[in-house]
């Protein structure tokens, strides 16, 4: 089934122990939709300036994902920059440009209405709000968010909650939401607000998944080589989203590989800048990682 | 197979968000030993002052512990006092009144000689190796460390290090030894170092195992609601050393088992202060709930 993503494509700027790029190709999206990719048709709505360039539109189109949402506005694209300290753990935001983000208005076309699996990366829960009012046979929609909208729009977050199956949190924003230490209790706290299915991310700590009657953690993928970890949450949602739109199936049992293939995809990510080692992967490299992975975690 | 543990025997006045306890039983020879009492016959070595009670020697004796080795010398008993702070995760050390257990010569009895599974908890390099000398038929030791030998005693650790075959560490001191930030790197350069597993604990985010050519993460056990953290990683160690005595099993797949074990017995120690909670359970309880956890990251 095809997978619905809305949210930014920018230009990052990263500078990490291991190096530093300027105006490289980022944003949740455009992460989102190439891990996706590997699963499912994905559906991209997003907002660029007139300055993003074509070769960075190419690598996208190259994976046959479709842009009929990217508008085009005048003035420049999204643009962050961001440093992270030598334990890649921490990162602090050296200047964010919001450009032709700040007056995104998430317009879906026609021909992407009818998407079951939607996925609403990082953005205002009032804009996020307004894509699913525009959704016509949705079956499952899941929303990130971040510590921003959880203190000032905290209202509006929660009447989002109250119509989106999932939600993608990491351990910070799971404490934030609910005031609660333990991650297991704000995660079912998390439930009780509205979505059915709770993921908090922990970085190198892997990631919970809790719902009805059911858990799971998994650790992140064991790399001794991260060079930069932009990206890593988005592409843990596409590889985890992607697997579910191409199965279609919701069961308990298949979240949690839908997890495990997120992690995986995320593994790749964060083992370059970018979406360099994105772009060096195929389908098969996907499954032989999952394969190693799952392997290593029997009991 | 039987197993010693050579350790510490204490009182603890510990402060959590959830209570408070003064003068409580605790030491890492403790709750190692009760832990690993699920599983094996186990050996006591360690130190206890005249004031320790005879109620609390009753604990680990009504768990057929064998305490011949644990000495009465003239003095007070090791007395801990720390506090918790709200997420549980951060602890500060209020006061520590070694007593008695400065002065404490590991002797081993000669009936505990021929232990074939040892485990040295936290106590000084030099000490630790002086164990090991006595032992005639040891198959398999492991020892636990602190930040305070790594920075004071490194040389020593170092040379410990070589004899021994498992080493169970923190997030913190495996960064410290190694001064590697990765842990999967840290990890690999301590087997580097000596031991051919390592451990490493990471409180609420599970353990990692490491070994030659096999990697495995066990994310803690989920528990709403933690009392109290003392005696956490003892537990751990006690459960996956007892199981393995228990098993006479050293392969790989039978080394993750043992983790999970080591994760179980610390999920009940932390669900009240001191040793309640594992005085309240039997080895049924140890098993169901580590059916539980495996059913619960089956993939």
């Known amino acids: 089934m095809a997978l619905l993503v809305v949210g930014s494509v920018a230009f990052d700027c990263v500078e990490t122990p291991h190096g530093k790029v300027d105006d490289a190709m980022g944003g949740s999206a455009s992460y989102f939709s190439y891990a996706a990719s590997y699963f499912t048709r994905v559906r991209l709505v997003g907002v660029i300036g007139k300055d993003f360039p ?7 189109r190259k994976r046959n994902i479709d842009m009929a949402g990217l508008q085009v506005a005048n003035g420049k694209t999204f643009r962050w920059s961001g440093v992270y300290d030598k334990t890649m753990n921490e990162r602090t935001t050296r200047s964010v440009e919001l450009n032709v983000f700040a007056d995104f208005d998430a317009r879906i076309p026609e021909s992407f209405r009818d998407t079951e699996y939607v996925f609403l990366a990082n953005g205002s829960p009032v804009m996020q709000k307004r894509v699913l009012e525009q959704m016509t046979r949705m079956k499952f929609a899941v929303a990130d968010t971040m510590n921003h909208w959880i203190q000032d729009q905290r209202p509006q977050l929660m009447e989002l909650l109250k119509h989106i199956d999932g939600i993608v949190v ?30 908090v991310k922990k970085g190198e700590h892997g990631a919970l998944l809790l719902g009805d009657g059911f858990f799971f953690a ?7 080589t991260v060079k930069d970890p932009t990206g890593a949450g988005d592409s843990f949602g596409g590889g985890m989203m992607g ?25 790749f990510t964060v083992e370059d800048f970018s979406l360099d080692r994105l772009q060096q992967i195929e389908r098969r490299d996907v499954d032989t990682r999952y394969r190693e992975f799952v392997e290593m975690l029997r009991v």
């Open 54 to 60: 074509e070769k960075y539109k190419e690598v996208l």
């Open 170 to 199: 990491n351990d910070e924003e799971a404490r934030l939401l609910t005031g609660l230490t333990n991650l297991i209790s704000a995660g079912h706290a998390i439930r009780k607000m509205g979505p059915k299915i709770v993921i």
């Open 218 to 224: 998994a650790p992140a993928y064991p790399l001794e």
């Open 243 to 267: 697997y579910l739109a191409e199965t279609g199936d919701l069961s308990p049992a298949n979240l949690k590989k839908a997890v495990l293939y997120g992690t995986v995809c995320a593994s």
